[in-house]
């Protein structure tokens, strides 16, 4: 490399090293970068690189390329796809220069490599929230929205995570409905916004409070009765009586819950700790359910894999007026075979 093409290969090699800290320190602090501010442009290419040292990076290998998206005005213009050495994700960037000076760089969408590369990883993106880019208006009423999400976030999400009690969760829920009344009720298909992360976490919270107050007789309910079961077509109509009740809380609620110590985790990216024993009825009803559900449907499941994949791509509903995935569903199948003398073995989807 010549002296010309120095301060370009300086910013590729702590590209390729995932040095955040020298970048930061060579990058033009005067330029934009994607449309948005050096710090908030770094501050998505550091959680990229901290993605590519969770999956096992300890660098990442440079291929030149260019925009391939015939209706993108940046088609044709160069860049690089950094591909991490040991996990094969990867990230794809314009580079545009003049001579050696870079004067900006942004996430591409459709990246052709010169080289062909196989067996590539995930793919990482570099996201600016709207109201980071440099051309966005911030009115007094977009900083009002800002700090209440930003008060109401504070009080719920802390280092190390807060334990909740049932009766804090509604209070939090109750206190802030005027700050999301302000902002506007969270929407996956909008852009996102500084206040993006409140928006969606209140809408979560929101969620699990008005499930556990509907359905907290039920839990109560369904607990006593699984302590009594015996056999196996006890289980059987216990799932069956409660499986729409397990099935009206959302999956992220149903699924990603861990038991440390006493308290239920949620939300392991921003983690709160929820204990008390209204949070202890809720989660024996979930472990209960999900422990034993997948072998029993294992067993009446009534079509084999190939069938079960053509009605989920059909909608996963069925003239039983259900939902495929349910036991309750399959039983009805199999009642309705059984009627026209035909039986239908158990265990099919391991056939």
């Known amino acids: 490399m010549t002296a010309k093409s120095s ?9 390729a090293s995932m040095n955040i800290e020298n970048l930061r320190l060579f990058l033009k602090d005067e330029l934009s970068y994607q449309d948005t ?19 096992g990076d300890t660098q990442l290998k440079i291929y030149t390329g260019n925009c391939g998206s015939k209706l993108c005005a940046n088609c044709g213009k160069k860049g690089y796809r950094f591909m991490g050495n040991n996990s094969r994700n990867f990230l794809d960037l314009i580079f545009e220069t003049s001579g050696d000076d870079i004067t900006d760089i942004y996430y591409c ?20 929230n709207r109201d980071e880019e440099l051309t966005y208006e911030k009115t007094p009423e977009y900083w009002s929205k800002v700090y209440a999400a930003d008060e109401a976030w504070s009080e719920i999400i802390t280092t ?8 804090e969760l509604g209070y939090w829920v109750d206190k802030n409905a005027v700050a999301d009344s302000m902002i506007g009720s969270y929407d996956f298909t909008e852009e996102q ?9 209140y809408a979560n919270l929101k969620n699990i409070r008005e499930y556990i107050d509907s359905c907290l007789d039920e839990f109560m309910q369904a607990n006593k009765e699984a302590l009594e079961i015996e056999t196996e077509q006890e289980l059987v109509d216990w799932i069956v009586k409660y499986e729409d009740v397990h099935a009206a809380a959302s999956l992220e609620f149903k699924y990603t819950w861990n038991n440390e110590n ?30 034993h559900f997948d072998d029993i449907f294992l067993k009446y499941s009534a079509y084999i894999d190939d069938e079960n994949t ?8 069925s003239s039983f007026g259900v939902s495929h995935f349910s036991l309750k569903y399959h039983l009805a199948h199999r009642k309705a075979q059984e009627d026209v003398g035909t039986e239908v073995p158990f265990y099919l989807k391991r056939r």
């Open 37 to 55: 501010t050096k710090a908030v442009f770094l501050d998505g290419v550091e959680s990229i690189f901290e993605a590519h040292k969770n999956s």
């Open 193 to 201: 916004m500084k206040w993006s992360p409140f928006s969606s976490l």
């Open 160 to 167: 190390p995570p807060r334990v909740v009690s049932f009766e």
């Open 7 to 15: 301060y370009l290969k300086t910013i590729l090699n702590n590209f």
């Open 109 to 128: 969408k459709r990246f052709n490599t010169h080289v062909e590369l196989d067996k590539l990883g995930l793919k990482g993106e570099i996201e600016v």
């Open 310 to 317: 053509i009605l989920y791509n059909n909608g996963g509903s």
């Open 262 to 291: 006493g308290s239920y985790k949620l939300f392991p990216m921003n983690p709160i700790l929820f204990c008390d024993p209204i949070f202890d009825v809720t989660f024996s009803f979930f472990k209960f359910f999900q422990d």
